[in-house]
């Protein structure tokens, strides 16, 4: 038996011990034999480590592992977005804001040095500004994977994700500001956690995963020594919390949970849940909706995650895709019924998705 972080897992790995959320719940039990989809079912859960049996092989188990490393003949949705002109200027900007926000954080947390939210924040949406156009943010960051993930990267990531996620639900432009500081600064806590522990390979002691749970608390008493609004305190401290009381580091429910919370709650999983693995490249959106829909209406704020859900689907209508049976059609409307499962036409056919069991969008083209 090994100790393992969710991003080494592998499908096909078998649980050693039952995986129980903050609450007692359980989520996995012993013996259950991974799959992309439990994997990426850690992250909606927020759980950092788990135990696997041994095994002398890691080779993807699960089919769709293995399809997602095999590119078609002609050139795959990432590649067209990556030798984009839109994209070199997006990766550039986004480069030289990682470095610069690395700086700016690591002089708070280590010198106790005051931060320019101003300088912050403008910084962060000159990236927003350089990707705008065809191609959407969220397409953006998911081929900016070759980065390691790291607090600094994620903390970019989020913040990105919550200022266009801020403009869906209509928000003031002031909000959009804030909630986009509060992604950029979520996360800062960890970085008073021994990188000894965050990058451990081994099984975490009891006093290891301990620290890591008080990073909300240490993030914002952090944050209290500076001038910053209050929903970014209460973003880093209460980023984990869940609607159903499920969360930590108070177990909140509902409306004990600042709205700009909850929005980087959503954005927070989402980054988590669309990182690449050790056996893939990034989830394809609808199957990050799909596991959303089955598992997150009750964790998360439902007018905040269907608004969310909604525009993501959105955003690929009229985009090719390839189906779990191997067809290759377009999606042509959202099915509000079920968001993972789009109207698609595949030839002279027109599909709901929803009326097939086992028919899915699982790739975009």
């Given amino acids: 038996m090994k100790k393992l972080s969710t991003l080494q897992l592998v499908p096909g790995m078998t649980v050693a011990e039952s995986v129980l959320?903050?609450?007692?719940?359980?989520?996995?039990?012993k013996g259950t034999v991974l799959t992309d989809k439990l994997i990426t079912k850690l992250d909606l859960y927020g759980v950092f480590t788990i135990s696997v049996e041994d095994t002398e092989s890691?080779?993807?188990?699960?089919?769709?592992?293995?399809?997602?490393?095999?590119?078609?003949?002609?050139?795959s949705y990432s590649e067209r977005i990556r030798l984009s002109p839109t994209?070199?200027?997006?990766?550039?900007?986004?480069?030289?804001?990682?470095e610069s926000f690395r700086g700016m954080v690591n002089d708070v947390v280590e010198r106790n040095v005051k931060l320019d939210v101003?300088?912050?924040?403008r910084n962060s949406l000159e990236v927003i500004a350089s990707g705008k156009g065809q191609i959407g943010i969220l397409d953006m960051l998911q081929n900016m994977r070759e980065y390691d993930d790291s607090t600094f990267t994620h903390c970019l990531n989020v913040g990105?994700?919550?200022?266009?996620?801020?403009?869906?639900?209509?928000?003031?432009?002031?909000?959009?500001?804030?909630?986009?500081v509060c992604g950029l600064l979520h996360d800062i806590g960890k970085l008073l956690v021994p990188y000894t522990i965050i990058s451990k390979p081994g099984k975490l002691s009891a006093e290891e995963y301990a620290q890591i749970k008080k990073h909300?608390?240490?993030?914002?008493?952090?944050?209290?020594?500076?001038?910053?609004?209050?929903?970014?305190?209460y973003s880093a401290l209460m980023h984990h919390e869940r609607c159903d009381?499920?969360?930590?580091?108070?177990?909140?429910?509902?409306?004990?949970?600042?709205?700009f919370a909850k929005v980087i709650a959503i954005a927070d999983v989402y980054d988590a849940m669309t990182a690449?693995?050790?056996?893939?490249?990034?989830?394809?959106p609808f199957r990050v909706i799909e596991i959303f829909e089955a598992e997150g209406f009750q964790k998360y704020d439902v007018e905040y995650l269907l608004t969310f859900l909604e525009h993501v689907v959105n955003s690929y209508i009229q985009n090719r895709c390839r189906l779990s049976d191997g067809r290759e059609g377009t999606i042509l409307a959202v099915n509000r019924e079920k968001l993972s499962r789009p109207f698609v036409q595949v030839g002279d056919e027109y599909l709901n998705l929803a009326d097939y069991d086992n028919l899915t969008v699982s790739d975009l083209l």
Avoid at 21 to 29: A, P, R, T
Avoid at 118 to 121: D, P, S
Avoid at 245 to 259: A, C, E, H, S, W
Avoid at 276 to 281: E, L
């Fill in 87 to 98: 994209f070199q200027q997006f990766k550039k900007e986004y480069e030289l804001n990682v």
């Fill in 216 to 233: 909300p608390i240490s993030g914002y008493q952090l944050l209290l020594g500076q001038d910053v609004n209050e929903h970014v305190l």
């Fill in 276 to 284: 690449s693995r050790v056996y893939r490249g990034p989830l394809c």
């Fill in 245 to 259: 009381g499920t969360g930590y580091p108070m177990r909140l429910v509902n409306k004990q949970i600042d709205p």
């Fill in 58 to 75: 890691a080779e993807p188990a699960y089919p769709d592992a293995a399809e997602a490393v095999t590119l078609p003949a002609d050139l």
């Fill in 21 to 29: 959320s903050y609450d007692h719940q359980l989520i996995l039990s």
């Fill in 118 to 121: 101003g300088v912050l924040l």
């Fill in 160 to 180: 990105l994700i919550a200022n266009m996620f801020a403009t869906w639900l209509k928000w003031s432009p002031e909000d959009v500001e804030t909630v986009t």
